[in-house]
C-alpha cells in the first residue's frame, strides 16, 4: 500500500481505526525485525496496518541512528504520530547506532570517547599482579 498524498505532495496521514495502527517502512530497503517468534519483512516504503500493540513495538525497536546532543533517533519503521510519516529515510544508514556526526562524545562538556585499558586492582585470578604471560588470558 502507498502513502496517499495531497494535492501538494505532502503525505497525508491515514485516519485511525480502533485497535489498529499503521506503520511505514522509510528505508529504500527492506527491514527484517522479528516478533513473538514469527519473522516479518517490511518491503520498501511499505505501508502496513497491523495490531496497535504490536505497531508501536515495532516502532519502538525500528531505531537506526541515535545523536546524542539533539536526542534525536531516526527510525526505519514510523506510526502516523512521528513528523516523519511519509518521508523515505535518504541518508547511509552507518555500521553503528550511534551517529557521530555532529559529535564524537556522549559527554556535552566535551570530554573526547577514546578506548584505553583499565588496570583492575585486587581480586580475580591475577589478584591484581601484573600479566608476565598473555597466553594465559
Not at 525497536?61 to 545523536?67: F, L
Not at 519503521?77 to 512521528?82: N, R, S
Amino acid at each position: 500500500m502507498a502513502i496517499p498524498c495531497d494535492e501538494k505532495g505532502a503525505p497525508v496521514k491515514p485516519k485511525k481505526i480502533p485497535g489498529s495502527e499503521y506503520i511505514f517502512n522509510r528505508l529504500n530497503k527492506s527491514f527484517e525485525k522479528m516478533y513473538d517468534g514469527v519473522p516479518y519483512i517490511f518491503e520498501p516504503h511499505e505501508v502496513r496496518l497491523m495490531p496497535e500493540p504490536v505497531a508501536r513495538w515495532f516502532w519502538g525497536k525500528s531505531g537506526i541512528s541515535y545523536e546524542p546532543l539533539t536526542g534525536v533517533e531516526e527510525r526505519a519503521l514510523v506510526i502516523p504520530e512521528d513528523e516523519t510519516w511519509g518521508i523515505p529515510y535518504e541518508k547511509a544508514i552507518g555500521p553503528e547506532y550511534l551517529d557521530r556526526s555532529m559529535s564524537d562524545s556522549v559527554v556535552v562538556d566535551g570530554l573526547r570517547l577514546k578506548p584505553g585499558l583499565v588496570t583492575v586492582k585486587g581480586g580475580g585470578y591475577d589478584k591484581g599482579k601484573k600479566i608476565e604471560k598473555p597466553e594465559r588470558i
